[in-house]
Structure formats: C-alpha cells, structure tokens
C-alpha cells in the first residue's frame, strides 16, 4: 500500500510540475545546459546522500545519472524486485531541483542469472570463453537474457516513469558485440544471410566462395566465424555485429517508449570507437546521442578528442548531443596514468564539448570509488570525498552556466567542409591491411581508417580551426557542403561512386585519397581499371601499386619541412588529370603522386600516397581557397583553437580555446561583441589575450 500511494502521489505531483522551471520542452528541446556527473550512492563506504547532495547543490550541478550498473541491486534474487533504495536517491535530487537521468541496468547482469543460466556468457572469437566477474559479458542476442532484461525494464518503466524528477532514460550502457560467436549469434548471422542474399548462387557468387573451392551448398554449410579468410563474410559478420547493436537499443528504446512522458527523453552513451557501431541505425529511436569521451590531460590535452566526437556524433542526426562520461579528475584501471588535470583544465573541457554542440556534460564520476578495478578512475570529489580543488573548478563552471547558458545551448554550425565515413572501409582495410607489420599474411586489424586517415585530417582541419562535419553514404544532403573529404574508400557501391560522381559534376570540390573505388559493397574486387567508376572523375587510371617505406616528393612541391610519404603508391596514368607532385625516386618517378582533375563543373585532388602532415595541410588549406571558403580563422593556428557556432537566438558565438600553459595573443577576426564570461566588449580585429588552458565566448552584436 506504502508504494502505491508513492506512486500515485507522484503521478499528481507530475501533472503540477511538468513544464514549470522544467530544463525540457515538449519536444524534448532543452532550454540549458546540463551540468553535473554520475552518481552511485549504492558504492559509498557510508551513507551520505545528504551530504552529496548539499555539495552538489551548493556547486550549482543541474543534472546526475544514476542507475545503469546496479540491476544486483533492484533484483538482488530472481522476481524479488526493490526500488526503495533508489527511490530515496532521485527523492532528495528532485527535492533539491537537480535533474536525473535514469539508466536501464542491463549492461551488467547480477550473479543470479548467470549462476541459474550460464549460457547468456560470451562464446569469444577465437574459442575463448568470458567468466563472471566483469560487466559486459552477455550475449546481447540470448533470448534467456533477453527475457530477463525486458521484464527489469518494465519493472522499473511502470516504478518511475511518472516521477518528475527524471528528465531522460539511458537504455543500456557502452553497447557492442564485444567478440561475440555464441552458437545462437551464428544462427542469427545465417538467417541474416538468408534475408539479405535470398539464395546460396547469389552468396557463392558476391562472395567467391568458388576460391579454394568453399563454394556452399545448404544453409547449413555456412561456416562459423572462426577461421574465416574470405573478406566478403568478414565485411558482412562486421555489418551484422553493428546491426545487432542496433537492434538492441532499438528494442530497448521501444520499450522505454510505452512507459515515458512527452517531455522525458531517451538516450544511449556511446564511445567514440565510432567504426564499431551504426550510429545511424542505432539512433533511430534515440531523442539524444550521448557520448563518453575521455582525454589526455595536462600536456597531453589538445581537445582533438573532443572536437573528433562531438563532430561526428552531432552529424549523424543533424543535433545536439550529451556528454554522459568525461574526465574529472584522473583515469585508468591502474595507478599508471594518474595525471590529474592542470588549473582551468576542468572547465575549458567543458566549454569545448560545447562548443561542439554538446547541451550536457556530465563527469564520471561524482565520487571517486574506494574499491574495485575503476579505483583510480577518480571523479569529482577524490577518495576522502571532501571539496577539493576540482569541485572549485566545477562550481565556478557551474555557476557559470546558470547565467550564460541559455544563450550556448542547441548551438548550430554552418560548415562547408565535410569527411565522408565509411564504416565498410574500416573493415574492409582491417580484413586486408595495406600497412603496419606482419608481412604478406594475416594479421590483426588496426583500424588505420578510424585511427589514422580519418583522424589525419579531421586533426589537422580541427588544428587550423576549420570548422567540419561528418556524411554518411546515405546522406542526402552533400550538396550543402563545398568540399568533400574522402578517405580511402576501399568499400563502396557503384551508386556511392555515382553520387561521388554527381557532386562533382555539379560543382563540388573533392580531396579523395588512395585505394578508393577499388571494391565492390561485397568486398569484391572490381573486374576493371582501376579506380574503377571513378576514372573519369579522376582522370587517370593504374593497374599496379607498391607497398614502400618513406621517401620524398621530387623538388618539395609544398614546400615543407617534412616532404615525405608513405606506406603506399599506386602507379598512376593520367589521361585528364593534371600532376601536382612526383616521387623522388629512380624507379617510381614518372608516377604522379598527387593529381588534380577538373570534371565538369568541380574538381578532384587525388593522392595516390599516404602523404605527411604537412603535406596534408598545405592540400587543405590550399584546396579551402580552391573551393571558395571564406576561412577567417586561416591565421590562428594551433596551439589556439577557434569553434564558431550560431545560437537559437540567431546571434554568431566564437569560442576560443588555449591549449598551452603560457598567455596567447590572438587578432578576432569577426564583428564586434561581448565576451560572455567576462562580459567585456570586444572590437573587430582586437587582439585578446587568453590564459593559460584559458576560454573566451565572443557573441556577435
């Protein structure tokens, strides 16, 4: 009787609360920005929720998460479910007019299910197994886990979906596959097949299974995982694993969704290993995307972290994004890397999420833990759990964003460059690495495309403080952009290729680089010229590549001091194109590294090399010119990093970041304004001086 009139009283409190100094609209459109950490009271070595939140509301944090870990703790047996615990926690936040986000707990089982069910554990790849005794060790597909999550979600939907202190549910935690290869995921991975390629001629033939003779002839005969060598079943089983992501938070938001009210939203926490998820098709159901991004810190800070995921994660849907986990004090499993941040650190990370169009940044953690293998991932307050220097640095921040906030929130950007990314060529390369060691045989995958192409110039524009977003081979809307950026595309469709094409036909600008064209969407190579459909767009053609060491360019065309390539060349033959730069080299020198081609009405600069940093630089910066982007910024360089967004206000916001420990001088190149922080009127072509790790806002008059 206690928890129904709980809940009933709660049911009529929400009628009177909803939308009265709510931070969410109806529309789940936050008014601003949410400040605070996770929260895990369940983990004190003694009860002192009073006291945290006293601190926390004395230190001005709007927002905590809490809940994603502790399913032992709401069904500590099997049916016997107890909120009471959490009851009292989300009680005293909404009493204190902090904001809670409520995670579904289903990223680590209790020690019940896998006693009584065993078989939810991971079968890995590569014949190991996983033991209890860490989180993240199910089979997301296991319909025993299935059945048992579903029915905690629903417990705990139908116990606090009326409560008006939660503003948003997060639905699981840091989903992936993980290795998965249970008997029952390969089943799946088959009827997959089955839906997608209809026959097995079809499947023998995209995939070439005639090839040492493993052409299949049943369902059945599909092979497991383990031991596979051919890259059109590794290019699928790595789609499969990124849909069954997909399907999960599908599903679970779908849940959530029954239960929620109009103005609480739904989320998931991604990490920025963005090639391992489909983050388009995972956030179908998704109000929010949020993301845990973690951070060198004192010399080793540069933002490039935070800039990397707040660019793409803002792209996949056109919106503002949370930050769910991000340094507080220091990181690590060990006491290894325990670098806590420099004086100011704290806070200009937090204007840097923004300034990438974060509405929320939260810490993990509130309080650092006093047991465990995150013992040393300290949070906020450090193991004697008294104010400190970094709860200093938090509530100046905080109150900060009380009295700036609504005019930084659902920032927008206008950006006229963008990189194509491509999930399949991540794969596609990890199944026949071009670099790294190992020889002429398997070896493991590295990633080069997330790790090292894409981050190669998402880094450097970030560095000349050039404003980029992220597209998708689905997206509809590249016309907006006038220059595209395109990784090796080792995978792709004729009708990517198409598009490609049609940009530039009708007037886009193109940096493509080496490998591109080369497969099919099957991982198949193409029975043609290379680069395939995209030789008249290139205007050349080649039929040999070389994997080499670093050498230089012949007569140091850019001018630079490292005037080197690497890894890769492919002999080209130009027939439109015009040569930019030659190797230096007696064998390989009437080969162009670099050429540029105009095709109707837009151009094509294509590198047939890994080319150095520098190199790259100058192709971006010379190829922004090119494309006619006015680049106001083109004489602030690194270590001052500028981001310009446009608030709801339509008013232009300029954020400007130090990532030193001396006092940078630099020229706004922009209107006059007022600098938010500071409230201090700023002239067009001012010098300012920013501190050490310091931040300014410019706003626009």
């Known amino acids: 009787m206690k928890l129904e009139f709980r809940n009933t009283l709660i049911s009529i409190i929400v009628y009177i609360s909803v939308g009265v100094g709510s ?9 601003n920005i949410l400040y605070g950490a996770a929260y895990y009271h369940e983990y004190m070595p003694y009860d002192r929720l009073d006291e945290d939140v006293r601190l926390m509301k004395e230190a001005g944090v709007s927002v905590v998460r809490v809940g994603e ?42 020690a019940w299910i896998w006693h009584k069910h065993p078989e939810v554990l991971i079968d890995y790849t590569g014949g190991n197994e996983a033991y209890y005794g860490i989180r993240q060790n199910m089979d997301i597909t296991n319909p025993t886990y299935l059945f048992y999550s579903e029915r905690i979600i629903r417990k705990m939907m139908e116990h606090y979906a009326s409560h008006p202190g939660i503003i948003g549910f997060q639905v699981d935690n840091e989903t992936l596959t993980r290795g998965v290869n249970n008997y029952n995921y390969y089943v799946s991975f088959v009827n997959h097949l089955k839906d997608k390629y209809k026959s097995l001629d079809t499947l023998n033939k995209v995939w070439g299974l005639n090839y040492w003779g493993m052409n299949i002839n049943s369902w059945e005969e599909v092979p497991p995982r383990d031991g596979i060598t051919n890259p059109g079943y590794k290019l699928e089983w790595e789609r499969f694993n990124r849909k069954t992501v997909a399907d999960f938070l599908t599903w679970q938001a779908e849940i959530v969704d029954e239960y929620k009210r109009d103005n609480q939203f739904i989320t998931h926490c991604f990490m920025p290993s963005v090639q ?9 159901k998704l109000d929010y995307f949020a993301v845990n991004v973690y951070h060198g810190q004192q010399d080793h800070l540069t933002g490039n972290e935070i800039a990397f995921a707040g660019d793409f994660f803002r792209s996949v849907k056109n919106k503002n994004y949370l930050i769910t986990e991000t340094n507080a004090q220091t990181i690590g499993w060990n006491s290894r890397s325990q670098q806590p941040p420099y004086p100011g650190q704290l806070r200009q990370n937090v204007y840097a999420h923004i300034g990438s169009g974060a509405n929320m940044v939260g810490y993990w953690h509130w309080h650092s833990i006093h047991y465990g293998q995150e013992t040393y991932w300290k949070g906020i307050l450090s193991h004697d759990l008294q104010p400190n220097r970094a709860y200093a640095e938090m509530s100046k921040t905080a109150h900060e964003l009380k009295r700036i906030g609504p005019m930084i929130v659902n920032l927008r950007k206008e950006n006229e460059v963008a990189i194509l990314f491509s999930h399949d060529s991540n794969d596609g390369l990890n199944a026949m690495p071009f670099n790294g060691s190992g020889g002429p045989y398997q070896s493991e995958p590295n990633n080069v495309y997330r790790n090292e192409l894409v981050a190669q110039f998402h880094r450097i524009l970030y560095e000349n403080n050039v404003g980029v977003d992220f597209i998708f081979p689905d997206n509809s809307d590249w016309d907006t952009y006038k220059l595209i950026i395109v990784p090796s595309l080792y995978i792709a469709s004729d009708e990517l290729l198409e598009k490609l094409k049609d ?16 497969c099919d969407q099957n991982s198949m190579v193409r029975p043609e010229l290379a680069p395939g ?16 060491g670093k050498m230089s360019l012949k007569d140091n065309p850019f001018g630079v001091e490292d005037n080197t390539v690497r890894d890769w060349m492919e002999y080209l033959i130009l027939e439109t194109a015009e040569p930019i730069a030659y190797y230096d080299h007696p064998y390989f020198k009437e080969y162009p590294a670099i050429t540029i081609n105009d095709y109707e009405k837009g151009t094509l600069l294509y590198e047939g090399t890994w080319v150095s940093d520098q190199i790259q630089t100058r192709i971006l910066l010379e190829s922004l010119e090119r494309a006619g982007i006015d680049h106001k910024n083109h004489t602030i360089k690194w270590p001052v990093v500028v981001k310009s967004s446009i608030n709801e206000m339509g008013q232009n916001l300029h954020f400007y970041y130090n990532y030193s420990s001396v006092t940078k001088d630099v020229i706004h190149p922009y209107k006059a304004g007022l600098e938010l922080l500071n409230n201090n009127k700023v002239k067009s072509g001012e010098s300012l001086k920013i501190d050490p790790w310091g931040i300014l806002i410019v706003k626009e008059k």
């Open 533 to 548: 459909r995209l030789r008249e767009a290139c205007g050349f053609y080649y039929q040999e590549f070389s994997n080499i």
């Open 23 to 31: 931070v969410l609209a109806q529309d789940n459109k936050l008014d």
């Open 503 to 518: 940009y530039i036909r009708n007037g886009g600008d193109v940096i493509m680089q080496f490998k591109s064209g080369f």
């Open 69 to 110: 870990s502790t399913w032992s703790l709401f069904e500590p047996r099997e049916g016997d479910f107890q909120f009471a615990w959490m009851d009292r926690i989300i009680d005293a936040f909404y009493e204190a007019g902090i904001k809670v986000i409520l995670g579904t707990p289903t990223y680590s089982i209790p």
């Open 276 to 284: 391992l998820i489909d983050q388009r098709a995972s956030g179908e």
